[in-house]
């Protein structure tokens, strides 16, 4: 017997034994209509209950059998007078599949009516309680619900040795704040080796130093580090959303005169800083500063302290513009350090840093999926490059704003549509600004968002978004979370702003501690110069970091990736013109 023969009589063995089971519907398998309506419909499952329910049974047989070839069950396109399909039994005949019902659900069609037109939306907009429009207020709100109402500055707090000198949420939080300053210290090589390095000859010896910075763990570590090298320490935020509660505890419980907790009110955060420098007996000689409001405070208010202030150390672009207002006008009467201009603060804390952190922040507040969606960065400088970059990769359609020439031509070159925000405005899903500028995003703009757009700033100042126009009676805020509103305007239409416009990335995520490590040796090192520079190096003006200092910077975080760097031999450092101990590049180099 042939091969052939074998097989076909093997197939009419399978087919008789499939068609001999009752148990098996008539259709294909690989169809899953029969069981489809028996989900739908139990008691109409069975071929005597399907007829009695005046439906055609899948077992019964069209009344023009058909013989086909195939060995097995079929679907034919030939669509029965019912609207249905036919099939192809297992013996060659053809059944009508039954009609598949639309599935619906009870209550779907009383749901689509309950939703609100648009004259419902605007009623409801204005019909909200009073209690979720309390966000005209500021961040006050802001904190954390486990712990009581009671503002820090009524509360009388002692860390374990007495002292008093602070402002904090809660002193009991001491612990778990140690703990996140030890996980920092592991990702903050340079501090660690700088403290290491510098501590048995105490370079800020005498230093006074107040400061106003995020305070975080990472800034913990500088804050004892700085300390470690003989410098006095008193703090404040910089920032109402950014402190961390338990490491403010920490610093507390470790004698640091600190005065800031998440959720200050502006009352709150110009109160903090005049604690921290108001204080008897207590001349602050060095100023570190992150967005330039502790410099004006005193140099505001206490003339006289200011002109007694060895050197100030800036970080951020807009405590630098605001120094070289100062230093224009002829006002500043101290050496400032521009620390945010330095080659491993650009390059790696504006870059790198917020490159991470500008997804962290839209996850963590919004949980928004980036994939396709249409995204407008407006400024491509450092920041507005990380975060362009960031959201490329995670498939998001980016579009730039930018004022100068060459920072636009940076964008097309790496592919970027160089848009005006009038021209995107009304499309994109997600704001961001990267300017240091005010006034980028103005209600004008606000009004054309499509309804969901999620607004948010990634540069220090809160002046980008113009936020105080959206404080009016005909809009309604709603607290969605912590740092998370909802603007609803008349029509039902709403934005989503995240922390009021205030810097997303640190009011509410965190940013990677390795990068900050870069920057906050690059701010030791900056106060270690200016403390210790020779009378007649530093003028009333405003410097860069020294290139050795920021190549210093950098080779003390080369170990941690195992990395060996190259040396020149004597030839070719002569040949280069160089030290063969660096400076490897002129101040003129651009990175």
């Not at 042939?2 to 068609?19: H, R, T, W, Y």
């Not at 790696?348 to 249409?374: A, H, P, W």
Request: glycine letters at 6%.
């Amino acid at each position: 017997m042939s091969v052939q023969a074998v097989a076909a009589k093997m197939a009419e063995v399978e087919l008789k034994d499939v068609a001999g089971k009752d148990s098996l519907p008539a259709i294909s398998p690989l169809t899953p209509k029969a069981e489809e309506k028996k989900s739908e419909n139990n008691s109409t499952s069975s071929p005597a209950a399907a007829a009695a329910a005046g439906e055609p049974s899948p077992m019964t047989a069209a009344p023009n059998p058909v013989k086909m070839p195939q060995a097995s069950a079929m679907k034919r396109p030939d669509q029965q007078q019912n609207g249905g399909e036919a099939f192809v039994n297992c013996d060659g005949t053809v059944a009508e599949a039954p009609r598949m019902k639309k599935i619906q659900f009870a209550d779907q069609k009383q749901e689509f009516n309950k939703r609100p037109t648009k004259i419902g939306r605007r009623s409801l907009s204005r019909s909200i309680s009073q209690s979720s429009t309390d966000s005209y207020s500021s961040a006050a709100s802001y904190t954390d619900s486990s712990d009581d109402e009671t503002s820090p500055r009524d509360k009388q707090q002692k860390n374990s040795k007495g002292n008093g000198d602070f402002c904090i949420k809660n002193i009991k939080q001491a612990d778990f704040g140690r703990r996140e300053i030890e996980i920092a210290e592991q990702e903050m090589p340079a501090l660690m080796a700088l403290r290491k390095r510098a501590q048995g000859e105490k370079p800020l010896a005498g230093a006074k130093i107040v400061g106003c910075t995020h305070i975080t763990a990472q800034t913990a570590v500088l804050m004892e580090t700085l300390s470690a090298l003989g410098a006095q320490c008193r703090w404040a935020a910089c920032n109402i959303y950014s402190t961390q509660n338990e490491v403010a505890a920490a610093l507390a419980e470790g004698g640091f005169s600190v005065f800031a907790w998440k959720g200050e009110s502006e009352d709150d955060f110009w109160w903090c800083i005049d604690r921290c420098v108001n204080v008897e007996g207590w001349q602050p000689n060095m100023i570190l500063d992150d967005g330039g409001d502790l410099t004006h405070w005193i140099y505001k208010k206490y003339p006289n302290m200011f002109k007694k202030i060895k050197g100030i150390v800036e970080e951020s672009v807009t405590g630098v513009h605001r120094l070289y207002q100062l230093s224009k006008a002829g006002k500043l009467c101290v050496p400032a350090m521009n620390v945010n201009d330095s080659v491993t603060k650009q390059k790696f804390d504006n870059l790198y840093c917020c490159r991470e952190s500008i997804l962290d922040g839209l996850k963590r507040t919004t949980d928004v999926m980036f994939g396709g969606k249409q995204v407008v960065i407006c400024g491509y400088g450092e920041v507005g490059k990380g975060c362009c970059a960031a959201l490329k990769a995670m498939g998001s359609i980016v579009y730039v704003t930018e004022i100068d020439p060459i920072c636009a031509l940076q964008a097309c070159m790496d592919g970027f549509r160089l848009v005006k925000l009038t021209e995107v405005i009304r499309q994109v899903d997600i704001v961001i600004t990267c300017t240091g500028n005010k006034n980028v995003v103005v209600r004008e703009y606000m009004d054309r968002m499509k309804n969901g757009c999620i607004v948010c700033n990634m540069g220090h100042s809160n002046t980008e978004i113009d936020v105080a126009s959206l404080r009016t009676p005909e809009l309604t805020w709603e607290r969605v979370r912590s740092q998370v509103d909802h603007v609803i305007w008349p029509d039902g239409k709403r934005i989503v702003l995240l922390a009021e416009g205030r810097l997303l990335n640190l009011s509410c995520s965190t940013v990677p501690t390795f990068v900050l490590s870069i920057t906050a040796t690059t701010q030791a090192l900056a106060l270690i110069e200016l403390y210790n520079a020779p009378e007649g190096r530093y003028k009333q003006d405003v410097y860069l970091l020294p290139k050795k200092m920021d190549e210093y910077v950098a080779s003390l975080h080369l170990p941690t990736f195992d990395a060996h760097l190259t040396e020149l031999s004597d030839e070719q450092a002569k040949y280069l013109g160089l030290n063969k101990n660096g400076p490897f590049k002129p101040n003129y180099y651009r990175y």
